[in-house]
C-alpha cells in the first residue's frame, strides 16, 4: 500500500490549456486549481469529487462534461509512472502501449502513477445546472423510457443524469412533487450542485477529501444498449421498494464518447452504449446478518437484471469494481481472471504480453491477478511489449505456457510470442 497523499502538487498552465496533477490530488483539488485562475476551463473528471485522480482516471473517469468532451482518460496528454525497478517513466519511455494501458486499464495493475499531464477544456462563463424531483409511481416508468432513448443523443453540452432513490431528497408535499430547482452558475458552482453541495459555497469545501459519504456500500454496474423495456423497469421498481436505501445511478454516454473506437484505449464501452447504470445499496449496521443481507439483495438485483442489460460479455465499469466478478487466487488463471476481465475491458483476450520476458518469469512470479492485465507485466518487467490475441490459445493456460508453447496471435508477423522470449533468454537474460 503507498500513501499517495502528499503527491498533490497541481500546475495549472492556462496559456498551454493543461496542467501537471501530482497523483495524490483529489479531484476536488484539481476543479479548485482550475477555477481560482479560469472561469472559463474546466476538466472533464468524475462528479464525486472526494474520489483521487490516481484511481478515477486510471479507470478512465466517468463524470458531467463527458458527452461533451470524452472522459477524464481521454484528456490525458503524458503521465509520470513509477516502475517496480523505481524508474520514473514519461509518454516517452513508457512507450505508446503501456501508456495506452494507464488510461482506462486501472493503474495499479501497471505501476504507480505519479502525476498526469492533462488537456483543459473550454466551458462557458455560465453553464445552466437543474435538478427534477419525482416521486416513484408518478409516471416514473415513462419518464424514464423516454430519458433512455433521448438521454445519449442530445446535444453534447446536455448531461441529464439520473438518480433513482428510494427516500425522498426532499421534502415534496405536493403532488405531483414538482420541485424543480435551476441555477445558471460558473462550471465550478455546478460541480458543486452535482455534489449536492449549494451553488454558491465556498470553493475551500473541495480540498475537504473527507467528506462522509457511505459507511458500509455494495455495488456493481452495467452498461445497458437497448432501452429497458416496461416489464424491466416495473422489476427495478419492485425491488428497489424491498430494500432499505438502495440507489441507481443512471450516466447517459453518447457524444463524445463514442468518437472514440473501442480500442483505442482500455475502456471499450464507446458507440452502441446508452448508458451505464450504477445499483447499489448502503447500510450502517456492520453486523454479518445486516451485511449480509445487503449483499445477498443486491446480487439478486444483479441476476435480475441481466436480460435487460448488455450481453456477451454482459459488462461492467472497471472503477465500479465488483468483486463477486471474481479476486485473486493462488492459481491465477486465465479462465478466471477472463470473468471480470471480458466485463471490464470486453476483449480481455487482446492483452499485452511482454515481447521479451522468460515464459517461466512470467508465470511464476506475475501471474494473472484481480484487476490486473498480462500489460501489468510490462510493470516488472518493462520491455517492450506487443499485444496477442488469446482467443487463439487454450483457454486457462497462463501466460507461461503459451508463450513457452508459441504463441500464436495477431501480430505473428512478428513472430510468434515464444519467439521473441527465446531470443531473450539466448542473448540477454
Ligand atoms: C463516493 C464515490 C464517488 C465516485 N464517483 C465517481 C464518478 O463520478 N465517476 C467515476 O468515474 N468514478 C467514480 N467513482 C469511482 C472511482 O472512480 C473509483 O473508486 C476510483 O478507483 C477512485 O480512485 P481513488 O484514487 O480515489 O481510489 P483508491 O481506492 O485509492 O484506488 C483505487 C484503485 O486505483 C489504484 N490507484 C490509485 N491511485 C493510483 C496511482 N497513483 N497509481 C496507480 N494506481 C493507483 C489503487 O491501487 C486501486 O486499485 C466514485 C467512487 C466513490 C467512492
Given at each position: 500500500?503507498?500513501?499517495?497523499?502528499?503527491?498533490?502538487?497541481i500546475?495549472?498552465?492556462?496559456e498551454?490549456?493543461?496542467?501537471?496533477?501530482?497523483?495524490?490530488a483529489?479531484?476536488?483539488?484539481?476543479?479548485?486549481?482550475?477555477?481560482?485562475?479560469?472561469?472559463?476551463?474546466?476538466?472533464?473528471?468524475?462528479?464525486?469529487?472526494?474520489?483521487?485522480?490516481?484511481?478515477?482516471?486510471?479507470?478512465?473517469?466517468?463524470?458531467?462534461?463527458?458527452r461533451?468532451?470524452?472522459?477524464?482518460a481521454?484528456?490525458?496528454?503524458?503521465?509520470?509512472?513509477?516502475?517496480?525497478k523505481?524508474?520514473?517513466?514519461?509518454?516517452?519511455?513508457?512507450?505508446?502501449?503501456?501508456?495506452?494501458?494507464?488510461?482506462?486499464?486501472?493503474g495499479?495493475?501497471?505501476?504507480?502513477?505519479?502525476?498526469?499531464k492533462?488537456?483543459?477544456?473550454?466551458?462557458?462563463?455560465?453553464?445552466?445546472?437543474?435538478?427534477?424531483?419525482?416521486?416513484?409511481?408518478?409516471?416514473?416508468?415513462?419518464?424514464?423510457?423516454?430519458?433512455?432513448?433521448?438521454?445519449?443523443?442530445?446535444?453534447?453540452g446536455?448531461?441529464?443524469?439520473?438518480?433513482?432513490?428510494?427516500?425522498?431528497?426532499?421534502?415534496?408535499?405536493?403532488?405531483?412533487?414538482?420541485?424543480k430547482?435551476?441555477?445558471?452558475?460558473?462550471?465550478?458552482?455546478?460541480?458543486?450542485?452535482?455534489?449536492?453541495?449549494?451553488?454558491?459555497?465556498s470553493?475551500?469545501?473541495?480540498?475537504?477529501?473527507?467528506?462522509?459519504?457511505?459507511?458500509?456500500?455494495?455495488?456493481?454496474?452495467?452498461?445497458?444498449?437497448?432501452?429497458?423495456?416496461?416489464?424491466?423497469?416495473?422489476?427495478?421498481?419492485?425491488?428497489?421498494?424491498?430494500?432499505?436505501?438502495?440507489?441507481?445511478?443512471?450516466?447517459?454516454?453518447?457524444?463524445?464518447?463514442?468518437?472514440?473506437?473501442?480500442?483505442?484505449?482500455?475502456?471499450?464501452?464507446?458507440?452502441?452504449?446508452?448508458?451505464?447504470?450504477?445499483?447499489?445499496?448502503?447500510?450502517?449496521?456492520?453486523?454479518?446478518?445486516?451485511?449480509?443481507?445487503?449483499?445477498?439483495w443486491?446480487?439478486?438485483?444483479?441476476?435480475?437484471?441481466?436480460?435487460?442489460?448488455?450481453?456477451?460479455?454482459?459488462?461492467?465499469?472497471?472503477?465500479?469494481?465488483?468483486?463477486?466478478?471474481?479476486?485473486?487466487?493462488?492459481?491465477?488463471?486465465?479462465s478466471?481472471a477472463?470473468?471480470?476481465?471480458?466485463?471490464?475491458?470486453?476483449?480481455?483476450?487482446?492483452?499485452?504480453?511482454?515481447?521479451?520476458?522468460?515464459?517461466?518469469?512470467?508465470?511464476?512470479?506475475?501471474?494473472?491477478?484481480?484487476?490486473?492485465?498480462?500489460?501489468?507485466?510490462?510493470?516488472?518487467?518493462?520491455?517492450?511489449?506487443?499485444?496477442?490475441?488469446?482467443?487463439?490459445?487454450?483457454?486457462?493456460?497462463?501466460?507461461?505456457?503459451i508463450?513457452?508453447?508459441?504463441?500464436?496471435?495477431?501480430?505473428?508477423k512478428?513472430?510468434?510470442?515464444?519467439?521473441?522470449?527465446?531470443?531473450?533468454?539466448?542473448?540477454?537474460?
Open positions: 500500500m503507498v500513501d499517495m497523499s502528499n503527491l498533490s502538487e500546475d495549472i498552465d492556462l498551454e490549456e493543461m496542467a501537471w496533477i501530482q497523483a495524490g483529489t479531484l476536488g483539488h484539481l476543479y479548485y486549481e482550475i477555477a481560482k485562475k479560469s472561469r472559463v476551463h474546466a476538466f472533464p473528471g468524475g462528479i464525486c469529487y472526494t474520489t483521487g485522480s490516481g484511481g478515477l482516471i486510471s479507470g478512465g473517469g466517468l463524470g458531467s462534461l463527458m461533451k468532451f470524452g472522459l477524464a481521454d484528456n490525458v496528454i503524458d503521465a509520470h509512472v513509477m516502475d517496480a523505481g524508474r520514473i517513466l514519461d509518454r516517452k519511455s513508457m512507450g505508446e502501449d503501456f501508456f495506452w494501458a494507464i488510461r482506462g486499464g486501472g495499479s495493475s501497471f505501476g504507480i502513477i505519479l502525476a498526469w492533462l488537456k483543459l477544456v473550454h466551458v462557458p462563463e455560465k453553464v445552466s445546472v437543474f435538478r427534477v424531483h419525482r416521486m416513484l409511481g408518478e409516471n416514473t416508468i415513462n419518464l424514464l423510457q423516454q430519458w433512455e432513448h433521448t438521454a445519449y443523443l442530445l446535444p453534447r446536455v448531461q441529464f443524469r439520473h438518480r433513482f432513490l428510494q427516500e425522498p431528497v426532499i421534502n415534496c408535499t405536493e403532488r405531483p412533487c414538482l420541485k430547482e435551476c441555477h445558471e452558475v460558473p462550471w465550478i458552482g455546478s460541480v458543486l450542485f452535482l455534489y449536492n453541495k449549494r451553488v454558491d459555497e470553493l475551500e469545501v473541495l480540498l475537504d477529501n473527507s467528506v462522509p459519504v457511505y459507511k458500509l456500500l455494495q455495488g456493481t454496474s452495467d452498461f445497458v444498449k437497448t432501452p429497458i423495456p416496461e416489464k424491466g423497469w416495473k422489476m427495478i421498481q419492485r425491488l428497489l421498494l424491498e430494500e432499505e436505501r438502495p440507489m441507481i445511478i443512471l450516466d447517459p454516454l453518447g457524444g463524445r464518447i463514442d468518437e472514440f473506437s473501442e480500442t483505442e484505449l482500455p475502456f471499450p464501452h464507446r458507440k452502441g452504449n446508452l448508458y451505464n447504470i450504477q445499483h447499489l445499496v448502503n447500510w450502517d449496521d456492520n453486523s454479518e446478518s445486516v451485511s449480509s443481507k445487503k449483499i445477498k443486491m446480487r439478486k438485483f444483479y441476476r435480475e437484471m441481466e436480460p435487460f442489460v448488455a450481453n456477451s460479455p454482459r459488462t461492467a465499469y472497471i472503477n465500479y469494481r465488483d468483486l463477486d466478478f471474481g479476486t485473486n487466487q493462488e492459481d491465477y488463471s486465465y478466471k477472463k470473468m471480470w476481465g471480458e466485463k471490464y475491458f470486453k476483449r480481455f483476450e487482446r492483452a499485452l504480453v511482454l515481447e521479451r520476458s522468460p515464459p517461466y518469469i512470467v508465470k511464476k512470479q506475475f501471474g494473472f491477478q484481480r484487476g490486473r492485465s498480462l500489460a501489468s507485466f510490462t510493470m516488472q518487467l518493462p520491455r517492450k511489449v506487443k499485444f496477442m490475441d488469446f482467443r487463439r490459445c487454450t483457454p486457462g493456460v497462463g501466460a507461461g505456457g508463450i513457452g508453447g508459441g504463441g500464436l496471435g495477431p501480430l505473428t512478428f513472430g510468434l510470442a515464444g519467439d521473441e522470449c527465446c531470443r531473450c533468454s539466448r542473448d540477454e537474460c
